[in-house]
């Protein structure tokens, strides 16, 4: 396994800066660090959505209250860095019911641009929580 430390453990770096985003659905972050051709393929049955789709779709779920992020791994070659990880988020979807656990294997595929790390392809596939 090829990992470039600068670009991808460090918890300083872009990349991993932006995955934190994206992951946490911070308000305004993924706009700024998803290309407007970004691909995301998620879901049960392999849904295929542009950004502004994936984005509704992501929004409607409710508020992350939790997030947890473990077996990151990393790659990076001429200006790309193919990052997968496996990810657990409690997420509220009603006021008043406790938060219900989602978790997934992400890999995203990021290019190194002037502006820093973009997204330009994501899947998550979905995984069931442990007995």
Not at 41 to 69: C, I, K, W
Not at 105 to 113: D, E, G, I, L, N
Request: hydrophobic share 40%; with cysteine.
């Amino acid at each position: 396994m090829f990992c470039v430390r600068t670009v991808c453990s460090k918890k300083t770096s872009p990349v991993f800066s932006a995955a934190v985003a994206v992951r946490t659905r911070l308000a305004a972050t993924p706009l700024t660090v998803m290309f407007p051709d970004c691909v995301i393929v998620q879901g049960p049955v392999g849904n295929v959505h542009e950004r502004e789709r994936f984005l509704a779709y992501d929004a409607s779920m409710g508020a992350t209250v939790e997030a947890e992020t473990s077996e990151v791994t990393c790659r990076e070659r001429g200006g790309r860095a193919i990052v997968t990880c496996f990810q657990k988020m409690r997420i509220r979807r009603l006021p008043d019911l406790p938060p219900f656990l989602v978790q997934a294997v992400a890999t995203r595929v990021w290019f190194s641009t002037d502006e820093g790390w973009r997204l330009g392809h994501m899947q998550l596939s979905r995984r069931q929580p442990s007995a």
